[in-house]
């Protein structure tokens, strides 16, 4: 089964930090961008980070910028998002998808082949 599967999120406190994993499964990652979106209650989702199939383009939404890093391992075919100085407003369920090769800006370039099913970030004290 073809799929990407996101791990690693919870409840924090503002300042605090999380490092959220998209694993892939059946399928390797090595040529494909990969972006992070999130989508909190109430609203439309958004992008938030994006890295290309070789890993040299890295972009944000200017909201995470400085906060945020996006990194992958494909040898495990992972790609991460370290979230640091978490504010409420990050609090949002966290999608990874998977698109090939590259992104724009901060959003892998369409189509997108894969989607995880989420998971939740919440930032409060």
């Known amino acids: 089964q073809l799929q990407l599967v996101e791990s690693g999120g919870g409840l924090v406190q503002p300042g605090g930090s999380l490092k959220l994993s998209c694993a892939a499964s059946?399928?390797?990652?090595?040529?494909?961008?990969i972006g992070w979106f999130r989508q909190a209650p109430g609203k439309e989702r958004e992008g938030v980070s994006c890295?290309?199939?070789?890993?040299?383009?890295?972009d944000y939404t200017d909201s995470v910028k400085g906060r945020f890093t996006i990194s992958r391992d494909d040898a495990k075919n992972t790609v991460y998002l370290q979230m640091n100085s978490l504010k409420p407003e990050d609090t949002a369920v966290y999608y990874c998808?998977?698109?090939?090769?590259?992104?724009?800006?901060?959003?892998?370039?369409?189509?997108?082949?894969?989607w995880g099913q989420g998971t939740q970030v919440t930032v409060s004290s």
């Open positions: 998808a998977a698109a090939y090769h590259y992104c724009s800006t901060y959003i892998p370039r369409k189509p997108i082949d894969y």
């Open positions: 890295i290309s199939s070789n890993g040299n383009h890295l």
């Open positions: 059946g399928f390797t990652l090595e040529y494909y961008a």
